[in-house]
């Protein structure tokens, strides 16, 4: 924006394409550069920005020259107590990550800002390596989209970096634990796409009708028969003092919503049921558009007869000095919303539905019930 070129001849054109070049070279190399700069401090053990863990806090040493550099401390005696107080339990009393929550809610403790403790904070703690001194960083890849995790090659590990809060036998301890309960729970991050695909196909779209949130998948232990459940992630995070216990049997509910799934594309199958479905959801799309167009129909019949008024005023010699004036702002107003109304118009012609095209959603219907016939384990 700064930069006086117009690229009107030859040689402005190539002076903004070298200036392009330049500064793309420099924003670059200032990304690299910054990049290299927080690795090294990193490996150093100061704070490249962030919110502490619970139990510590940020604060800035003096390094001359006027330098100050970001590293962790010991928070409040409260919640470094609590930090051990949950690692013990969970070590040494068996109680797992929605036990610890529950009771740290009951005796009215909070969590970090303020907020309530869920199972899944219970679980950060518990494989958060910073409580035992040591800061990793570059775990995460935030540059490529839907890459998360990096190897562990790749992250920079860096020990007593800060106070440590429990012992590396504890925390050893606890993964141990962790591994042991969970079948594979410990594991820290999963490589790169190699998400599998979960047989709960109704997750995140049934919701709780007592606290709002979304159900999620769960399994019973395979000691007590290995049943499937729907249960509220309200409950599984923070514990039954947030929402009362829900759940709901897995092939119970998915066979009552593949029915009146195959039920809704049967009929639709039918006759001209598609069509016309079709035809009414670009009604129900388009609505608030009538609604102008109804508004802006009535507007324009207004200024019409206003301006058929004024005209005749002005012809009979009644007019007023400042009558042409007012004319000429209606007949403005009146060409801006002609123009209005004829723009919307175009949204409400007759939807035509070509025959390839009702032939197309057909067949997606029928492999969509061959689908669901053949019980397949995520339609």
Same mark, same amino acid.
């Given at each position: ?6 690229a009107?001849? &030859?040689?402005?054109?190539? /002076?903004?394409?070298i ?13 690299a #550069? ?10 150093q ?6 919110t ?11 390094l001359?020259?006027q ?9 409040p ?12 339990? @969970? ?7 929605r036990?610890n ?8 403790i909070?969590?970090?800002?303020g ?11 518990? @494989? ?6 040591r ?21 920079i ?17 606890c993964?141990?634990?962790a ?11 999963? &490589?790169?796409?190699t ?14 009708d ?14 007590t028969g ?18 009362? @216990? ?7 509910? #998915? ?5 009146? /799934? ?14 016309e ?16 167009v109804?508004n ?18 002005i012809q009979?010699?009644?007019a ?6 007012? /004319?000429?702002?209606?007949?403005q ?9 004829s723009? /919307?118009?175009l ?8 025959? #390839? @095209?009702?032939?197309?959603?057909k ?14 384990p995520?339609?």
């Amino acid at each position: 924006m700064t930069e006086q070129t117009e690229a009107e001849t &030859p040689h402005d054109k190539l /002076l903004e394409g070298i200036l392009e070049v330049a500064s793309e070279f420099f924003n670059a190399n200032l990304a690299a #550069e910054v990049r290299k700069g927080m690795a090294q401090n990193a490996k150093q053990g100061f704070n490249n920005g962030g919110t502490p863990p619970y139990g510590y806090r940020t604060e800035h040493i003096a390094l001359g020259n006027q330098r100050t550099k970001a590293v962790w401390v010991l928070g409040p005696r409260e919640e470094v107590d609590i930090v051990r107080w949950i690692f013990h339990q @969970y070590a040494y009393e068996n109680k797992g990550y929605r036990k610890n929550a529950s009771e740290l809610n009951e005796k009215g403790i909070s969590a970090q800002k303020g907020g309530k403790w869920s199972a899944s904070t219970i679980r950060a703690i518990i @494989y958060n390596e910073a409580y035992i001194g040591r800061r990793c960083w570059n775990k995460q890849d935030y540059q490529t989209k839907g890459k998360k995790w990096r190897d562990r090659s790749e992250w920079i590990i860096t020990e007593n970096a800060h106070p440590a809060i429990i012992t590396k036998e504890l925390f050893e301890l606890c993964q141990e634990k962790a591994k042991s309960k969970w079948n594979g729970g410990g594991e820290t991050h999963k &490589p790169f796409k190699t998400t599998g695909t979960s047989p709960f196909w109704l997750r995140g779209i049934m919701v709780c009708d007592k606290c709002g949130s979304r159900m999620v998948g769960n399994s019973t232990s395979s000691k007590t028969g290995g049943h499937r459940y729907y249960t509220c992630g309200g409950y599984l995070r923070k514990g039954k003092e947030f929402c009362t @216990y829900y759940a709901w049997r897995k092939e119970r509910v #998915e066979e009552i919503v593949k029915n009146k /799934l195959r039920t809704t594309l049967l009929r639709l199958s039918m006759d001209n049921q598609l069509e016309e479905e079709i035809k009414l959801y670009h009604n129900e799309k388009n609505k608030h558009i009538i609604a102008q167009v109804s508004n802006l129909e009535a507007e324009i019949n207004f200024l019409r007869k206003r301006i058929q008024t004024v005209e005749e005023d002005i012809q009979a010699g009644r007019a007023k000095p400042y009558h042409q004036d007012m /004319l000429d702002e209606m007949n403005q107003e009146l060409a801006e919303k002609t123009a209005e109304h004829s723009r /919307l118009s175009l949204h409400l012609e007759p939807l035509h539905v070509s025959e #390839e @095209y009702i032939a197309a959603v057909k067949y997606d219907i029928q492999t969509m019930i061959a689908l669901l016939d053949a019980d397949a384990p995520n339609p």
